[in-house]
């Protein structure tokens, strides 16, 4: 594309390096395609990424090296540092974007400093309590930043900032509108047919184990540890084990005689929050966006290793609300079995945290983010498009809550 002979804004979105990071940048450009932008996607040389990309049909995606410090390596951080600035600095000079956002990490940051050099508006997104390293470097640096819980503001300090949730894709939405997803209001024949989707019963209380791209290791164990204490009930499991685990896991179950399908990786996240009826998972803030637009009760295990110890506030300002249950990784095995008998068996318990989950479901997360960054640049386009129909555009970045 030209952006000489496009009238449209031309928005790039840096969303690489983990699913937690992709996930919502995926949802923001589509809704940034819907009202007439040009979309660009920066993703890491991951799988994930590369694999999920496929699907974003009409938007440009380009391939960054990949940033991560890791063991204190700086001289390895500022080599993928120098060079994913040089390849954004590429891309910005062939097709210069209107505004640029970042989705969090540090193969975020390069093209939000060369956006910054070639005027582009700049934006970023921080779905955690706690920031992540890279947007605490970022916030001095954007127009404006996007946050997912309320307390991240004050920790974050941005010019300008706004609490719009984390977004979530259309497909974990159940309801005829995004803001009616309720696991209540679902039918037993939409939950039956997720189910024989993945291979599962369709009868069967149904426990999704998921520990993200970083965290499967220990929680997988935590759950093996735990199945001699389940094998006697009529539950099945569905186990997304991580790449390294897969045969350990499987065998695990099938020792204890309990029906399993166990999967390495699932791309239809959709589906296996769709069929479960509770889940044990980490607590990175996409996973619990998606939980809270399923209702989906959930069993929250913190990853320990993860930045600033971010996954465990997550899980505890869910916790404190009554939207989950979390235990820490070294919980011994009794606990785990007691807490997931607690929430699949109590029907009132389950009722009560679907109840409490409605509060952290964000449904117009991305509608806001969108709207917000072409108000950001209301000086240079008057017009945008949205559900077919012309909108004017204010003339400065008004930050407004869309209910």
């Known amino acids: 594309m030209n952006p000489s002979a496009s009238p449209k804004p031309f928005i790039a979105i840096a969303c690489g390096g983990t699913g937690g990071h992709l996930f919502p940048g995926l949802a923001v450009a589509q809704q940034l395609q819907e009202r007439g932008c040009d979309v660009a996607l920066l993703i890491s040389p991951k799988e994930v990424d590369q694999q999920a990309v496929k699907s974003m049909l009409g938007m440009e995606i380009f391939t ?74 970022l916030t001095r640096f954007v127009d404006a930043a996007f946050i997912g819980f309320p307390e991240t503001a004050a920790r974050l300090r941005a010019k300008k900032s706004l609490v719009t949730g984390t977004p979530v894709r259309p497909q974990f939405w159940w309801g005829e509108a995004p803001d009616e997803p309720t696991r209540a209001d679902a039918s037993p024949t939409k939950v039956a047919e997720c189910r024989v989707a993945l291979g599962l019963d369709s009868k069967y209380p149904t426990i999704l184990i998921v520990g993200g791209s970083q965290g499967a290791r220990g929680l997988n164990e935590l759950v093996l540890s735990a199945l001699p204490l389940l094998k006697n009930r009529d539950w099945q499991f569905l186990h997304l ?45 996409s996973s619990l966006a998606e939980m809270s637009a399923m209702r989906l009760p959930a069993l929250l295990v913190p990853l320990p290793t993860a930045a600033d110890n971010h996954q465990f506030f997550n899980a505890l300002a869910f916790e404190k609300t009554g939207a989950a249950k979390m235990l820490e990784q070294k919980s011994p095995p009794e606990k785990i079995a007691a807490a997931l008998v607690e929430i699949v068996g109590d029907a009132v318990t389950r009722e009560k945290i679907q109840g409490a989950l409605a509060q ?30 012309q909108s004017g555009v204010p003339s400065e970045i008004n930050f407004k809550v869309v209910t």
Not at 244 to 253: C, M, P, Q, T
Not at 373 to 380: P, S, T
Request: glycine share 8%.
């Open 241 to 285: 084990t991580g790449a390294n685990d897969f045969e350990k896991v499987k065998s695990a179950y099938a020792a204890n005689g309990i029906k399993a399908v166990v999967k390495p990786f699932l791309a239809e996240m959709d589906l296996a929050l769709g069929a479960a009826t509770a889940c044990i998972s980490r607590s990175g803030a």
């Open 360 to 389: 952290w479901h964000a449904p117009t997360a991305a509608q806001q983010i969108a709207e917000n960054i072409l108000d950001g640049l209301a000086g240079k386009f008057s017009v945008v498009q949205k559900n077919g129909k």
């Open 64 to 137: 960054l090296p990949a940033v991560g410090l890791q063991n204190k390596n700086y001289f390895s951080f500022a080599k993928s540092f120098w060079k994913s600035f040089l390849a954004a600095r590429k891309i910005f000079k062939s097709h210069k974007p209107d505004a640029v956002l970042a989705m969090g990490g540090f193969t975020s940051a390069p093209p939000i400093f060369t956006a910054k050099f070639s005027g582009a508006k700049t934006f970023l997104h921080e779905s955690n309590t706690i920031p992540g390293r890279a947007n605490r470097l």
